[in-house]
């Protein structure tokens, strides 16, 4: 099967063808050992790394006897366990530090690795030319990239304060973390395409399983934001995302490399529509913003039963460029989804909101939005411009945020973030589960922008929000067209 066939209609429309004082959830990290600085990410071609996962290279400080423990590399998929009981005694503590130190030796050991970045161009070059022996070597360098990425956010995990890493949803997505990381670690170097395609199976699987993820994330953020402050929340949660990011991307490319490979139809490295894995090499501008506003229209013509503001574009329209769809149409989504909203509350009659029975006269017709698209030697850009009466200040002031602590000036915590995440079990952040009704378009998760501006500077682009507060707001989306930009993961 296609490994795009299920994608949402877009696709199928064959449109986009064309560190803190307190206790630690891991005292024993301040007390006993120094990690190394991680250090700064390099580049690499797309090559596999062979010796780094079966034999990887000894962490310096490994051979450093602390207990009298060696590092067995063997050792069970269990995660250390968050020190809850542990920091009130320090007779307890020592005990189940020294139970503890083998696995977070080897969890040093890659995360004193730094992360192998790439470029959507070098996913391209790869891709093009694909071979058994290239897909092998992809593999390998998934395989051992995706642990020590997932190393470098468990011991972000672990740096948490206390409070926070106990917290039941936090706990939930480190134990997700800690299991992936010793599924991928253990993994067998990949030496024919049967070990490639169970490679890939064990890859979906944990995908699947990770799509919990961003709610319990989300959850368990909404839940410890009195105990944290917003900046380092922020920091954290940016990290987590594009991380997570940049591993689904690199997962997702040789899943689809790999389906593509076995597909009888399918030749010199390219499928007919363009693609190359799950970068389209023929992405229009025009055709991207048209399907994206026809289906976020429609929610909002199926929800209120009136005909939504219009979307028109202007610019330069037909520009074709590189670059994975999925990203670029969740940004759109996501901001087009906040602009009829927004014009809809205020511009229609506020009984059309309340009750959602009132019909407005056929006649009335709401102010358009205006998508403006152009594209400089480097980037492309997006304007997307509306009268939806702005955002007031006190909503603005934490458009990016991740913290739910403010207080709004009737004392209420804000109501918009993350705390609907109770009805949303699973999220993988892209249109076509909106599409798909398994997540409703619709409900206030106040993840839309903050997710969107991960997407952007993901591969180097950026997501700016200028506001008139009474009037309506201008969203700027720059996009590197190039290609050359490597992962940007903080
Ligand atoms: N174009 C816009 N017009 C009016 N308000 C907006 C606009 N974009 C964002 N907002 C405000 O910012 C909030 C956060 O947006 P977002 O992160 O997309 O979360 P959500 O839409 O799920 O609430 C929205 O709830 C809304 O109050
Ligand atoms: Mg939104």
């Known amino acids: 099967m296609h490994w795009r066939a299920n994608r949402c209609s877009l696709k199928s429309n ?27 990410h390099t580049t690499v071609p797309l090559t596999a790394n062979s010796s780094s996962s079966t034999t990887t290279p000894p962490h310096p400080l490994s051979t450093v006897s602390i207990t009298g423990l ?41 995360a004193s690795q730094p992360v192998h970045t790439i470029t959507l161009r070098q996913l391209v070059f790869f891709g093009r030319n694909l071979s058994e022996e290239r897909l092998i070597q992809s593999g390998n360098y998934v395989r051992t990239e995706l642990p020590i990425r997932l190393a470098h956010r468990i011991r972000d995990f672990q740096n948490l304060p206390f409070i926070v890493g106990t917290n039941p949803h936090i706990e939930m997505v480190y134990g997700l973390y800690w299991s992936a990381f010793e599924k991928l670690r253990q993994f067998p170097k990949i030496n024919t395409m049967e070990d490639n395609d169970a490679f890939c199976a064990t890859v979906k699987e944990l995908l699947k399983e990770h799509l919990v993820v961003i709610p319990q994330l989300a959850m368990g953020m909404n839940e410890c934001s009195d105990h944290i402050p ?37 030749c010199e490295g ?30 909002f013509q199926n929800k209120y039963r009136i005909v939504p503001p219009d979307v028109l574009l202007d610019g330069e329209q037909d520009i074709t460029f590189t670059y994975i769809p999925e990203h670029i149409e969740y940004i759109l989504y996501e901001l087009l989804k906040n602009s009829i909203r927004g014009i809809i509350e205020k511009h229609a009659p506020a009984s059309l909101i309340s009750d959602n029975t009132t019909s407005i006269p056929k006649s009335f017709s709401f102010p358009p939005i205006l998508v403006t698209i152009c594209s400089s030697p480097t980037d492309i850009h997006f304007r997307v411009s509306d009268q939806g009466g702005g955002i007031p200040d006190e ?31 699973k999220m993988a ?27 952007t500077e993901y591969w180097g682009g950026a997501l700016k929000i200028m506001t008139m507060d009474g009037y309506g707001t201008d969203a700027y989306i720059r996009i590197a067209k190039l290609g050359n930009r490597e992962e940007n993961l903080l």
């Not at 249109?431 to 969107?452: C, D, K, M, N, T």
């Open 14 to 40: 064959n449109i986009i063808a064309k560190k803190n004082s307190g206790s630690y959830f891991f005292p024993q990290q301040t007390r006993n050992v120094t990690y190394t600085k991680t250090p700064s």
């Open 70 to 110: 060696k590092a067995n590399s063997s050792n069970s998929a269990t995660p250390p366990r968050p020190l809850s009981t542990v920091s009130i005694t320090g007779l307890a503590d020592s005990i189940q530090f020294t139970s503890l130190q083998p696995n977070n030796r080897i969890l040093d050991q890659y």
């Open 429 to 455: 952040g892209t249109v076509e589960e909106q599409e798909g009704a398994r997540i409703p378009p619709l409900l206030h998760l106040g993840i839309g922008l903050p997710l969107s501006k991960v997407y």
């Open 230 to 266: 917003e900046k380092q929340i922020n920091l954290f949660m940016n990290k987590m995302l594009l991380s997570r990011l940049s591993r689904r991307v690199l997962a997702e490319q040789q899943i689809a490399l790999t389906e593509n490979w076995h597909d009888p139809g399918y």
């Open 270 to 299: 390219i499928t007919n529509d363009g693609y190359i894995g799950v970068v389209s090499t023929r992405c229009n501008a025009r055709d991207i913003v048209t399907e994206v506003a026809k289906m976020t229209r429609k929610h």
């Open 395 to 425: 909503i603005y002031s934490h458009i990016w945020s991740f913290s739910s602590s403010h207080k709004f000036s009737d004392g209420k915590k804000n109501g918009y973030k993350f705390v609907n995440f109770e009805k949303v079990p």
